[in-house]
């Protein structure tokens, strides 16, 4: 008998590349229109920020698909990619994609220790990397600069890909539960998964211009910075100049900008640090937000001081987003939304069984495998693999319930996985490395609330004598931390105890370390 659950939208055609769903239609109907807008100086006049047309951005892309053809890369080959956020990093991730190769986006926030891990466990064969990122990669892996980069769109461009829906596209790290990293592999039909979010969270139409806050190797900027944008014949706006909250109104207002994304801390920081009266905000429609919870409290001063919606939306690495509130589905206070249509969301009981759990039951949530949304697996872990799927069913380790009207309510990770400034951090990675200080006889790290709807990072810490002179100084691990691990990934605090809260069987109890104290 076939299941009643699973995916109702619209099926991908068999035969889809990534690359050409995003660029073809716009180069063609709209060549000279204009797609993509890097800003370094926001100080500067507009007219001199870098701007590329559908037709530049898609022959640009096929260019490089040959150039990458041209170094002898075949399909399905990983390249590596640890630049900043320019226009060369998204050529190189499309222009990847659409030779039929598997691009890595690495954040630039990486130390050389991880990015080495990501290039040995990949398996890449090439790595593009700019001059102050540089690493010495292993014998066999080829070295592009950017120079090389820029060379590759000197080859006579190609045609995309003749590439199945179920290929491979790219490959993304996130935080596992194991300590290390894991890659999460996508197939082609990721974009085309994408699809319900257009009108379930945007309400994104041709004459979007849009203005995305975040980095290219976060599947948030990825999808909702160029992919959806591109798909959809939009503008997009990228920022790559230095960070500063002030930057963010000035662009809207520059560049008039329709829509703008952007974690909820950013929005926090925007209001806290800038007039908004000062900046003529009448082009922007409404903001988008995701990667951590967005507090009643915010979106309703967001509303008082900006007259704006912002609307919200729940997704992970493996899947983006599948629950938002949209300009057709309004927002109820602490919910992220509904179900985009077409998706099957539910939530499962914690223990076992497929049977989804009726309203207002807190369980784990559960993304249908039928989704074109949803990733192809994680790369050489089929250990890991398997633990997330229950039959037909996807649990990313997220809880939460449905009331009557459909809307989700957030209850946190069933897991000990954290949210740091809406990346996921591992507590298993981040005490791994302070574990092998050698102060340090024991760690365990956990999110600290230290005032609403603000977490930071802390490692609660047994020292290995305290009676040294350093053995209750913080700032050689916090130090030594920022040597090994990425800012975002590093703790804010250091605490440090006599012993860790365990179970009877000697597990720590991450949960109740915030309330363990020396």
Not at 205 to 210: A, F, K, L, S, T
């Amino acid at each position: 008998m076939k299941s009643r659950w699973g995916y109702t939208g619209e099926l991908p055609p068999a035969r889809f590349n990534m690359a050409r769903y995003c660029l073809e239609a716009a180069a063609q109907a709209t060549s000279d229109k204009v797609a993509l807008i890097v800003v370094s100086d926001v100080h500067a006049p507009a007219v001199e920020a870098e701007c590329w047309t559908y037709r530049q951005l898609d022959e640009a892309v096929r260019r490089t698909a040959a150039g990458l053809r041209g170094l002898g890369l075949a399909p399905g080959a990983r390249v590596m990619i640890r630049m900043g956020n320019t226009s060369d990093y998204a050529l190189l991730f499309f222009g990847a994609i659409a030779a039929g190769c598997v691009p890595l986006p690495s954040s630039a926030q990486l130390t050389e220790e991880e990015a080495d891990f990501l290039l040995a466990n990949s398996g890449a064969q090439l790595l593009a990397m700019s001059d102050d990122l540089a690493i010495a990669p292993p014998a066999g892996v080829r070295i592009l600069g950017l120079a090389d980069v820029a060379a590759l769109r000197t080859s006579e461009p190609i045609d995309y890909a003749d590439t199945a829906a179920d290929d491979p596209a790219f490959l993304i790290y996130t935080s596992g539960t194991t300590g290390q990293p894991k890659g999460v592999l996508h197939a082609q039909r990721s974009a085309w998964g994408r699809r319900p979010m257009y009108q379930g969270w945007y309400g994104i139409c041709p004459d979007d211009v849009i203005l995305h806050a975040g980095a290219f190797n976060w599947t948030y900027t990825l999808g909702v910075g160029l992919t959806d944008p591109w798909a959809n014949g939009a503008t997009t706006v990228l920022y790559n100049g230095p960070r500063d909250v002030t930057v963010w109104p000035a662009l809207m207002a520059q560049f008039q900008a329709t829509l703008f994304a952007a974690v909820p801390g950013l929005y926090r920081q925007i209001l806290k640090y800038n007039d908004l009266r000062n900046f003529d905000l009448s082009s922007l429609r409404h903001g988008l937000t995701a990667g951590e919870a967005l507090s009643v409290a915010l979106l309703e001063q967001w509303r008082a001081v900006t007259g704006k919606e912002l609307y919200e939306a729940l997704g992970m690495s493996e899947c983006s987003t599948y629950i938002s509130s949209s300009p057709q589905a309004s927002a109820k206070p602490g919910s992220p939304g509904r179900v985009q249509q077409g998706r099957c969301v539910v939530a499962l009981s914690v223990d076992e069984g497929e049977t989804p759990l009726p309203s207002g039951e807190i369980g784990l949530l559960a993304v249908h495998r039928s989704d074109p949304g949803l990733m192809l697996g994680y790369w050489n872990r089929p250990d890991e693999e398997a633990l997330v799927y229950r039959g037909d069913w996807f649990i990313g380790g997220d809880l939460a319930h449905f009331d009557a009207d459909g809307y989700l309510f957030y209850h946190g990770r069933n897991d000990d996985v954290m949210n740091a400034m809406g990346y996921r951090v591992s507590p298993l990675e981040v005490e791994h490395c302070l574990s092998r200080h050698p102060a340090v006889a024991e760690v365990a790290v956990t999110e600290l609330r230290v005032r609403e709807q603000v977490s930071v990072i802390a490692a609660f810490v047994v020292p290995r004598d305290p009676d040294e002179p350093d053995g209750l100084d913080a700032a050689p691990l916090l130090a030594y931390a920022h040597e090994h691990l990425a800012a975002y990934k590093c703790p804010r605090e250091i605490i440090f105890t006599d012993a860790l809260p365990r179970t009877a069987n000697g597990k720590v109890l991450r949960r109740e370390l915030a309330q363990w104290r020396r």
